[in-house]
């Protein structure tokens, strides 16, 4: 009991400590969202949301960069998401739809034997 | 037991309300993974949307009807086909010399077309049907454990 209550402690104030480190971290990162758009005149959040042909896409680096500027060029599909989701993250895409096949395969095993089980018990 | 029985399929609302509801849903959902690329939506969404059909069938005439009228062994097999079908057109990127999930042949037609985003369309299909025959069964699965095991079972106790 004992043992456990102090890994317990040593556990929590190792968390801790990484939590202050990643904090401490993310406050010395450039501020993502600046108030600027396009133009450099200060803007709200909900005009942006307003009229999203407002966003500042100037300094968008890597994926993001290719996301945002090349998607009509390299996917031809209007709808971003659907891009980000099937070609993008592909990959990523796949294992979603395979963590479905899997989970619905494990409820058949467990359900159907469950089920059978019941049925055994009544007779 | 029998006006239970009654009961559970003769619910004059629940009914008009499936048979109204039932093919506008069925309609939107394909529609939904139609036009995943050029609308708001996608595969995942419509398939959930037209495997509620499954539902819509339980809550007006019960399961035994539903298991009647939906194929459980169909949508088992159907829901392998449709991952086995995003795999092949996921390597179909590694056919033409590129990389796993390349979108090809998407430069048809003009942006706004239904097809016209390549591999990235069929790809949104067959998740969508991926997605409504294991959502369908998934849901087939837990109404058969809501429902009793045997009607005649319970008259004779009773």
Do not use: W
């Amino acid at each position: 009991m004992k043992a456990k209550r102090i890994v317990a402690i040593i556990s929590l104030l190792v968390i801790l400590a990484a939590g202050l480190f990643a904090v401490l971290n993310a406050y010395t990162l450039p501020r993502a969202y600046d108030g600027k758009d396009a133009a450099g005149n200060a803007i709200d959040v909900v005009e942006l949301y307003e009229n999203p042909t407002n966003y500042d896409v100037s300094d968008a680096d890597g994926i993001a960069d290719i996301i945002v500027k090349q998607n009509l060029e390299k996917t031809m599909a209007a709808n971003n998401v659907a891009a980000v989701v099937f070609d993008f993250r592909g990959f990523d895409t796949l294992g979603e739809s395979f963590i479905l096949l899997t989970s619905i395969a494990g409820a058949f095993v467990i359900l159907a034997k469950s089920h059978k089980k019941k049925k055994e018990d009544e007779q | 037991m029998k006006f239970k029985k009654g009961l559970a399929e003769k619910n004059v609302i629940m009914k008009c309300g499936a048979d109204m509801m039932l093919p506008f849903a069925v309609v939107f959902g394909i529609y939904i993974i139609l036009f995943g690329t050029v609308s708001p939506g996608g595969g995942f969404q419509g398939g959930v949307m037209v495997a509620a059909a499954a539902v819509l069938l339980y809550l007006a005439y019960g399961y035994n009807t539903a298991k009647q009228a939906i194929n459980t062994e169909v949508l088992r097999v159907g829901e392998a086909c449709g991952a086995t079908l995003y795999v092949i057109l996921g390597l179909c990127g590694l056919f033409v010399g590129a990389n796993f999930c390349r979108n090809i042949f998407f430069d048809n037609g003009a942006v706004g077309d239904l097809i016209s985003a390549g591999t990235i369309t069929f790809m949104g299909y067959s998740v969508g049907f991926k997605v409504l025959t294991g959502v369908g069964f998934l849901l087939l699965l837990m109404m058969s454990l809501l429902a009793p095991d045997n009607d005649d079972e319970e008259e004779e106790e009773e």
